[in-house]
């Protein structure tokens, strides 16, 4: 238990489906990331947000549409997606962007599949 | 951009030891990290080097030398439940981390 949750653990969603993930971190941080890691492929950026700012936009498509409404809470809103875009989608918070030691915690994963 | 490169995978032996390597090309070096992930799972953080020399934390250490740009994590005593994937990432910058893609080590009784 790394005091990150998220919601759904599963989803399947057809590609005019529009569903959204829900993350959310019980630690105190003031930042937030998505990640997307496909099978056998490294770790992506996608958002990142610091004290409900978004910092990070990383050539992400507008398919993807982040949220994030607290410190405490991020979402990830998704559209028309693509067969592609079937992955492992993680959240990860982190204390302070920027602090030397500073180190993200993952939650679980939201394991997504378009059809 | 970042190029770091670890091994895809590697098998032990209960009870021995395993030694991840990990080499990376960064412009604006700030921290590494070494994370594991069992299957399905989220990954949990291990270890952080920032300066060069050896970390130690139990039965895991973590080792960096930023002139050669390279890392590993030892794994000692090994237990079946270290049956994982180990990340390496690397930060560039305030925050950004750039990760490989994961050394899958198997551990055989």
């Known amino acids: 238990e790394t005091g990150v949750t998220q919601t759904p653990r599963h989803l399947v969603m057809g590609m005019t489906n529009k569903k959204s993930l829900k993350c959310e971190q019980h630690l105190g941080h003031n930042a937030m990331y998505w990640y997307k890691q496909s099978a056998k492929k490294p770790l992506e950026l996608m958002f990142v947000y610091s004290l409900e700012e978004r910092v990070e936009n990383n050539s992400v498509p507008s398919r993807f549409s982040p949220e994030c409404p607290n410190s405490s809470h991020l979402f990830l809103h998704l559209h028309t997606l693509q067969p592609e875009d079937s992955a492992l989608y993680l959240c990860?918070?982190?204390?302070?962007?920027?602090?030397?030691?500073?180190?993200?915690?993952f939650g679980p994963g939201t394991r997504l599949t378009v059809l | 951009g970042q190029n770091i490169d670890q091994p895809t995978e590697m098998t032990a032996t209960e009870g021995a030891i395993v030694q991840i390597n990990c080499t990376y090309q960064?412009?604006?070096?700030?921290?590494l990290f070494w994370y594991q992930q069992h299957a399905g799972e989220a990954p949990t953080f291990l270890s952080y080097?920032?300066?060069?020399g050896l970390e130690e934390k139990g039965r895991f250490s973590s080792f960096l030398s930023r002139s050669k740009g390279y890392s590993y994590l030892l794994l000692k005593e090994l237990q079946m439940k270290d049956s994982a994937s180990y990340l390496c990432?690397?930060?560039?910058?305030?925050?950004?981390?750039?990760f490989g893609a994961g050394t899958t080590v198997t551990v055989r009784a």
């Open positions: 990432a690397v930060r560039d910058g305030d925050y950004k981390l750039s």
């Open positions: 990860a918070s982190s204390q302070e962007l920027g602090a030397g030691t500073d180190t993200q915690y």
């Open positions: 960064t412009s604006g070096f700030n921290g």
């Open positions: 080097n920032v300066l060069d």
